[in-house]
T-cell receptor, first 114, second 113 residues
Framework: DTGVSQNPRHKITKRGQNVTFRCDPI?????LYWYRQTLGQGPEFLTY????????KSRLLSDRFSAERPKGSFSTLEIQRTEQGDSAMYLC????????????FGPGTRLTVL | AQSVTQPDIHITVSEGASLELRCNYS??????LFWYVQSPGQGLQLLLK??????LVQGIKGFEAEFKRSQSSFNLRKPSVHWSDAAEYFC???????????FGSGTRLSIRP
């Protein structure tokens, strides 16, 4: 399978714990995006990378959230001191570099904070 | 600021009937417009996109959409729906850099046998 993959698919954690998600983009894609989707809503943009550079961050990305893409390949999204409001589906997408290139989405990681 | 409105939260149509899902956007310049579909347990899949040129865009699975600048709309249509079309549909708008996409809240499509 050469699509975008995300791990884990599901994560249940207790409030206050830290969690980390991983995204592996399509291999030749330079851009990588993170979105968050809550129940009954469309995805909301969090941040994106061009190769290893993080070029834009949404105001939704509080100080407890950090994303990295150290070698311009896979990316991780870490949430520190999780809160119940962090419960959501976290989606990763990747694309080539041109502005008209399609963003391909992974299946997402569903986070439940108890 | 960019925004997308999908006024219909849930639509039910009979199998074989035609479909139109509404989408209105707000964007100052010429927008990049998208329709994505999300089935349970599946990732978002792009149905079609509009960047420029012909305002009637053909997509996958027999879907099409028409960009109407005067109405700030980008409605999705299909002449005859199949039971497998039941899913959540999202309209979205991006800027010229396409660094991010702004999604609407979605329309859930149910198919009546």
């Amino acid at each position: 399978d050469t699509g975008v993959s995300q791990n884990p698919r599901h994560k249940i954690t207790k409030r206050g714990q830290n969690v980390t998600f991983r995204c592996d983009p399509i291999s030749e894609h330079n851009r990588l995006y993170w979105y968050r989707q809550t129940l009954g809503q469309g995805p909301e943009f969090l941040t994106y990378f061009q190769n290893e550079a993080q070029l834009e961050k949404s105001r939704l990305l509080s100080d407890r959230f950090s994303a990295e893409r150290p070698k311009g390949s896979f990316s991780t999204l870490e949430i520190q001191r999780t809160e119940q409001g962090d419960s959501a589906m976290y989606l990763c997408a990747s694309s080539l570099s041109h502005s008209t290139d399609t963003q391909y989405f992974g299946p997402g990681t569903r986070l439940t904070v108890l | 600021a960019q925004s997308v409105t999908q006024p219909d939260i849930h639509i039910t149509v009979s199998e074989g009937a035609s479909l139109e899902l509404r989408c209105n956007y707000s964007y100052g310049a010429t927008p990049y417009l998208f329709w994505y579909v999300q089935s349970p347990g599946q990732g978002l899949q792009l149905l079609l996109k509009y960047f420029s040129g012909d305002t009637l865009v053909q997509g996958i699975k027999g879907f099409e959409a028409e960009f109407k600048r005067s109405q700030s709309s980008f409605n999705l249509r299909k002449p005859s729906v199949h039971w497998s079309d039941a899913a959540e549909y999202f309209c979205a708008v991006g800027d010229s850099s396409a660094s991010k996409i702004i999604f609407g809240s979605g329309t859930r499509l149910s198919i009546r046998p």
